[in-house]
């Protein structure tokens, strides 16, 4: 009922098809694919019927590649700001960029917290026409997280950069997958901003240590060229 109230407090000042995608992608990271109904998706927005929602979308499948399109095209888009960056310069100047980094990204979960549940119920989706669009989507921002990771001075070997990337994904979308989890065990909101602030700090954290160098290994940097020269 809070669902559809909320969204009809907001159908006049947002699109019907956002409205959709947003309650889509509430239902989708609660209960999977074939845990949901495109008859749920639409009493959530308000829609007289099911017929209505067919308007902005083909069928259910169509839903769900484009819930998790706006997602994960927006942590690509968050991420090639750090792909960007001039990388490599010093250790100082990686780690900035990664922060400034995690903060977007994070900003973007607190808005939108069902999507890391989201991806991690589609890793798990065995079905077979669904894999296909999922690995399409989800590997342009692992390519643009190695890409990332390369760039920097940091302790790790090559081939370790898989590793790496894995514990940035757990870091980051770990925490908000599972929330509810966290809840129940800490008796606390894990989404609350007192909570996500010390989550930020924590992450920013993590990122020091992770990209820090190795002990006993000096920290590459690359050898300013004089203009003049």
Do not use: C
């Not at 019907?16 to 309650?23: W, Y």
């Not at 749920?40 to 484009?66: C, M, P, T, W």
């Not at 065990?185 to 240590?209: G, H, I």
């Amino acid at each position: 009922m809070k669902t559809r109230a909320l969204a009809a407090g907001t159908t006049e000042t947002r699109p019907t098809r956002d409205l959709i995608l947003d309650a889509a992608e509430r239902r989708f990271a609660e209960r999977g694919f074939a845990g949901v109904s495109v008859r749920e998706i639409a009493a959530d927005v308000g829609l007289k019927n099911q017929a209505s929602l067919y308007h902005h979308f083909r069928h259910k499948r169509a839903i769900y590649e484009a819930v998790l399109t706006r997602g994960v095209e927006a942590m690509v888009a968050l991420v090639a700001t750090s792909v960007g960056s001039a990388a490599g310069s010093d250790l100082a100047a990686d780690v900035s960029r990664m922060e400034a980094t995690l903060d977007r990204v994070v900003d973007y979960l607190v808005e939108h917290p069902h999507l890391p549940r989201l991806i991690q119920r589609a890793g798990l989706d065995d079905t077979r026409y669904l894999r296909h669009p999922v690995t399409h989507l989800l590997r342009p921002l692992y390519a643009q997280g190695l890409q990332v990771l390369s760039g920097t001075n940091m302790r790790w070997e090559p081939a370790e950069l898989t590793q790496v990337a894995a514990g940035f994904y757990n870091l980051i979308f770990g925490y908000f997958a599972n929330a509810k989890l966290l809840e129940a065990v800490t008796q606390s909101d894990p989404l609350s901003s007192a909570s996500v602030a010390r989550q930020r700090r924590f992450l920013k954290r993590s990122v020091r240590q992770l990209l820090g160098p190795a002990p006993g290994r000096a920290v590459r940097r690359v050898p300013r060229r004089d203009s003049k020269t």
